[in-house]
């Protein structure tokens, strides 16, 4: 069977499913989006696309931009990264303040939204917030054949913005560790901003496809960031990147992953495929809830999980 006929047998598997998680409310704009979207794009690792669905339509990536957060900061200021903020699974929501107290201000990892927004700080410290949002725009936009709508959207950032006195209390809070160096409002601007980037999954699948080739893009041809920086992105992705539900998927889907509330999930299969799927409801985690299934169905058919001896046979 094709990969696009399995893509396609998974989208006909959920089309009518009743149960799809509920979108997003607390961002304003993504409370409006509809919850029967569905799409999915697989780039294998020479560079051809399979979509199904809704695949072309552009949607808000949320917190799957903090692999492009991370990357650049990475890139910025390397391992001085990790004396901001650690390399740990947290074992809590994806918005929790409840470890900084005892961990002082030094968040689990860059995954959840205190390790998120530190990288967002070191980013603003290193560019300034304009420069950070053009950096993050120039890494993504060539990664992809087609990136005239990837745009980072500026009313959801703002009414994030509006109603964000959770990341708010986190930046504060951080602050009083010294682990923020900027004003809050700097810090907390270029995390909305980032958060807002918008593209479809054929784009996403695209864009993320570096990590799967370990440091490259496989259309471009362009180098992207140091494989000791992929690998590094992956690991967290695997062991931090669906927060409190970050291990049951990896025993679900075996793959490194990342979730928004958004709906997408960014996942790679390390040199075979860069996978992307949306579907806006969520779980009780925040994470896609028909992405998942989606997903594990997909592994199930292709055998795709690090943790499948296949490739031993
Ligand atoms: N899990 C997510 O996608 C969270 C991102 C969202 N912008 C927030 O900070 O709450």
Redesign the pocket.
């Known amino acids: 069977m094709t990969l696009t006929a399995i893509l396609e047998d998974i989208a006909d598997e959920f089309r009518d499913v009743s149960e799809r998680g509920v979108v997003?409310n607390?961002?304003p704009p993504l409370a409006c989006v509809d919850p029967t979207k569905f799409g999915m794009a697989v780039v294998e690792a020479d560079g051809q696309i399979h979509t199904v669905g809704d695949a072309d339509e552009a949607f808000s990536i949320?917190?799957?931009s903090k692999i492009f957060g991370l990357t650049l900061a990475l890139d910025a200021i390397g391992d001085a990264l990790w004396t901001r903020v650690r390399q740990e699974p947290s074992g809590s929501a994806?918005?929790s303040i409840v470890q900084l107290e005892s961990e002082y201000g030094i968040p689990r990892n860059p995954f959840i939204?205190a390790g998120?927004l530190v990288v967002s700080d070191v980013l603003v410290s290193h560019y300034g917030v304009q420069e950070a949002q053009q950096k993050i725009l120039d890494l993504v936009r060539p990664l992809t054949r087609d990136a005239k709508n990837i745009v980072i959207d500026r009313n959801v950032a703002l009414q994030?913005k509006e109603t964000?006195f959770?990341?708010a209390a986190l930046v504060n809070y951080m602050r009083t560790y010294n682990n923020i160096e900027n004003p809050i409002e700097k810090t907390l601007e270029l995390?909305?901003h980032q958060?807002?980037l918008t593209m479809s999954c054929h784009q996403l699948a695209e864009v993320g496809a570096y990590l799967m080739t370990g440091s490259w893009n496989p259309i471009t041809g362009r180098q992207v960031t140091s494989t000791l920086h992929a690998r590094t992105i992956m690991a967290l992705m695997m062991m931090c990147g669906h927060?409190d539900a970050s291990g049951s998927f990896a025993i679900r889907v075996g793959l490194p992953g990342k979730?928004?509330?958004?709906g997408g999930i960014l996942a790679i299969a390390p040199g075979v495929a860069s996978v992307a799927v949306w579907s806006p409801g969520l779980n009780e985690y925040?994470n896609s809830l028909l992405g998942t299934r989606a997903l594990e169905r997909l592994v199930q058919r292709t055998g795709w999980s690090v943790f499948n001896a296949y490739h031993m046979k």
């Open positions: 997003a607390y961002i949320q917190s799957i994806f918005n939204n998120a994030e964000g959770r990341n995390y909305f958060c807002a927060y979730s928004g509330v958004g925040g």
